[in-house]
């Protein structure tokens, strides 16, 4: 990857060209990997303001970059404001990290992301998985998202380490190659046969000013087919299937088909919430419980499971112990 400085010094723009490893990322995402230790809020307000320039032209951040692409970085300081010093990635969340690795190799990193913790920073976040993977390993040259969980999601997220298994995994993902499944404990009981929900989703919708997800004939099309795996007094264990991967899909898909998610406090039911705090369920009851797909070039096929967290496994203790005391009864 070549790059001139400009005049020089802390205040010298840059311009670096794309290379064929680079070629197809994000331009957020490369200049989050050129700009380490500046914000990624930070970054999309440089590509919002058009001081990032792609071959002398604005982008958006969702803009993928092409081999031979010139990209002009502007000078950007990471010091902090006055009296602040630089902040470290928290050991703590690090410590998170490096227990939840279920699988490493040089290609790529298969964790069990804990609930709280967002997959990349920003809007107010300073520490993302993506974040907390390159402040413990900095001298990681690559390090990507290969998709994307809520931050209360918790289970199965990859991470590629190098460029050709992003292109790889991602081509993957677009011929619906990746089998994604979920535990969500949803409100009522589900039909013994699978329950698919098909109904767009539009995550531009907007209720009481805040931005949402909201199921419009207009949005982008999404599938979600519910199973029914254990039923309690009133709720349900269910493992649930994707075939596409929109935002909130599996939370809006539920409250659809009135069954609303377990602690979901934007489209779940509030009054059951609360009933539910009182069994001990303090976030979503949502978790990525395996991915699988075959790979590309072995032809071998790839399974990855992760253990429902201990908060959700004795919440579905004490529901089993109230739905005993009702038989017995």
């Known amino acids: 990857m070549g790059e001139d400085s400009g005049n020089g010094g802390r205040s010298g723009v840059r311009h670096v060209d794309v290379d064929r490893d680079s070629a197809g990322q994000r331009i957020d995402n490369f200049l989050a990997r050129e700009l380490r230790g500046v914000p990624r809020a930070r970054v999309h307000r440089l590509l919002r303001r058009g001081e990032v320039r792609v071959n002398g032209g604005r982008?958006?951040?969702?803009?993928?970059?092409?081999?031979?692409?010139?990209?002009?970085?502007?000078?950007?300081?990471?010091?902090?404001?006055?009296g602040q010093a630089e902040t470290a990635a928290p050991?703590?969340?690090?410590?998170?990290?490096?227990?939840?690795?279920?699988?490493?190799?040089?290609?790529?990193l298969v964790l069990n992301k804990p609930s709280g913790i967002a997959v990349?920073?920003?809007s107010g976040i300073?520490?993302?998985?993506?974040?907390?993977?390159?402040?413990?390993?900095?001298?990681?040259?690559?390090?990507?998202?290969?998709?994307?969980?809520d931050r209360e999601?918790?289970?199965?997220?990859?991470?590629?380490?190098?460029?050709?298994e992003l292109r790889r995994l991602h081509?993957?993902?677009?011929?619906?190659?990746?089998?994604?499944?979920?535990?969500?404990?949803?409100?009522?009981?589900?039909?013994?046969?699978?329950?698919?929900?098909?109904?767009?989703?539009?995550?531009?919708?907007?209720?009481?000013?805040?931005r949402t997800v909201q199921v419009n004939s207009k949005g982008q099309y999404a599938r979600t087919v519910f199973r029914r795996s254990e039923v309690y007094q009133g709720a349900t264990l269910a493992d649930v299937s994707v075939a596409t991967g929109r935002t909130h899909q599996i939370r809006v898909h539920a409250a659809h088909a009135g069954h609303p998610l377990a602690g979901d406090d934007r489209y779940g039911d509030d009054e059951w919430n609360r009933a539910l705090r009182s069994q001990g369920l303090r976030r979503l009851f949502l978790h990525a419980s395996s991915l699988q797909w075959r790979d590309p070039d072995s032809g071998q096929e790839l399974v990855y499971h992760a253990a429902l967290p201990e908060d959700l496994g004795r919440v579905l203790a004490r529901l089993a112990q109230v739905k005993q005391k009702g038989v017995e009864g």
Do not use: M
Request: glycine content about 8%.
């Open 171 to 210: 081509a993957v993902i677009r011929d619906g190659g990746l089998d994604k499944r979920y535990l969500a404990l949803v409100q009522g009981r589900l039909p013994r046969h699978p329950l698919p929900v098909e109904a767009a989703l539009d995550r531009n919708a907007r209720r009481q000013g805040e």
């Open 153 to 164: 999601t918790s289970g199965c997220l990859l991470v590629a380490k190098r460029r050709s």
């Open 59 to 82: 982008v958006r951040s969702g803009t993928r970059l092409s081999a031979g692409d010139r990209v002009r970085i502007p000078p950007v300081s990471t010091d902090q404001p006055s």
């Open 126 to 149: 300073r520490w993302g998985v993506i974040e907390l993977l390159r402040a413990r390993r900095p001298e990681a040259p690559f390090l990507e998202l290969v998709h994307r969980l």
């Open 120 to 122: 990349h920073g920003g």
């Open 91 to 108: 050991e703590k969340l690090l410590q998170q990290l490096d227990a939840a690795i279920l699988h490493e190799d040089k290609r790529l």
